[in-house]
């Protein structure tokens, strides 16, 4: 059995945001590290760009949220977190977050992509342009880089699809060059 159909099994084939029926995809939640059921969700094309595109968040859309956050699925808890943390100027949103648990270590991976914090604590991540990256962005490398670890060497013009964002550090991103995943110095990289 693949993702697809463990998550379709799991969720009955619906978005496990908003229970939609139509136009599903795999979601993996970033950072991903697998990329398998634990760390992914079935959500629908509207859920998923809305997550990975904050100035299209409809709040209106996320009401669905007061059942999702009740999932037995630490992964969907984590994105259901996320979202509530977004829209905390949402007087629902707060109401939902308050009554909403979620273990030490679940809490710790919603937090890792900074949602809920106010903007003058965010790490801002910039290209060598200085243009503003988030996380699932797609980048091109400007120079060769040496893979730590092993002999590959990412040639000049290599494309890094769904890049993640260090919270601790604004000079680096992680993301996949080949099968490898990487740390790469964001002056290194351009926003595609």
Known sequence: ???????????????????ATQDL????????????LDDSVLACKICISQIENPDTTDANHWRCLN????????????????????????GWSQDLLDMMYLE??????????????????????????????????????IKDLKIKGSSQVAK???????????????EYIEGKVGPTLTVIITKYVKKL
């Open 104 to 141: 030490d270590a679940s809490l710790k991976w919603a937090q890792a992509t900074g949602e809920g914090e106010d903007e003058s604590e965010k790490i801002i991540h910039r290209d060598v342009n200085g243009v503003v990256l988030q996380n699932g962005d797609s980048v091109v490398l």
């Open 25 to 36: 995809e795999v979601y993996k939640v970033p950072p991903s590290s697998v990329g398998g």
């Open 67 to 90: 059942d999702s956050m009740w999932s037995e699925h630490e992964v969907v808890k984590v994105v259901v977190w996320r979202m509530l943390s977004r829209l905390k100027a949402e």
């Open 156 to 170: 000049q013009g290599t494309a890094v699809r769904r890049i993640s964002l260090d919270r601790e550090n604004a």
């Open 1 to 19: 059995m693949n993702i697809t159909q463990a998550l379709e099994e799991r969720s009955g084939k619906q978005c496990e945001l908003c229970t």
